[in-house]
């Protein structure tokens, strides 16, 4: 009966001796197979006679812990049959989404694409002016004030707003007369707040950026 082991490192004599290596390693495979579970009923650990040896002369083989000097330890050299593939492996579960980047309305610290608003008389800006078109151009022919929205308004209108989120816009003066902006209620301004008239010698523009400093209740606004 042919086996699926080969013994490497044993001096080969006859042919007969050959087979009775063989025949030995079935026996010592089976022998391990039933030692182990002898030894685990017992309490015994099967891991202590783990080493296959072979008599270099005879070629008889037994366990041991180590092998003699006059024998070889052949542990190694007994393959067995490569075993099949295994199953691919569960498909892992999705993983959190992420947050959002942009794109949204009112997100005003990606700082979406600006649309010009326009503006001739005293009035308050509205919250899209301030956080969507940011961008505010005025024509009027004598002073006005523009007041900003409230901070509990522009505020609660900013997806995913918290403190330290900013948003910018800016004021530009096309008209003659000077421009003043006034805070809303929670908004507080740092800097000039007139915008005077464009000129060949005069920047007739503003920007402000804002900082929130309490999430829905407050912002402070730099002039820059």
């Known amino acids: 009966m042919k ?3 080969e013994v490497e490192g044993v001096p080969k004599k006859k042919e007969n001796m050959l087979n009775q290596i063989k025949k030995s390693v079935l026996l010592v495979s089976v022998g391990m197979i039933l030692g182990a579970g002898v030894m685990a009923v017992s309490g015994v650990s099967a891991a202590a006679n783990n080493t296959v040896c072979a008599n270099k002369k005879t070629g008889a083989m037994r366990m041991a812990s180590a092998c003699s000097a006059s024998e ?13 593939t295994g199953a691919t492996g569960a498909t892992g579960a999705t993983g959190a989404t992420g947050p959002a980047l942009g794109g949204a309305t009112k997100n005003a610290s990606a700082f979406p694409n600006a649309f010009v608003t326009y503006a001739s008389t005293s009035r308050t800006l509205t919250v899209d002016e301030v956080l969507v078109n940011r961008i505010i151009v005025t024509s009027q022919t004598a002073p006005i004030t523009l007041t900003m929205p409230t901070a509990v308004s522009a505020l609660t209108a900013i997806e995913g707003e918290k403190a330290t989120t900013t948003f910018e816009f800016t004021i530009v003066n096309n008209g003659t007369g000077l421009i003043t902006l006034a805070p809303g209620a929670g908004m507080t301004t740092i800097g000039n707040t007139t915008v005077t008239a464009s000129s060949a010698t005069t920047d007739g523009s503003g920007s402000w950026m804002c900082v929130v400093t309490v999430k829905d209740v407050s912002a402070i606004c730099y002039r820059k």
Do not use: E, P
Not at 72 to 84: C, E, I, P, R
């Open 72 to 84: 070889s330890d052949v542990t190694s050299s007994l393959k067995g049959a490569t075993g099949a």
């Open 3 to 5: 086996t699926n082991f």
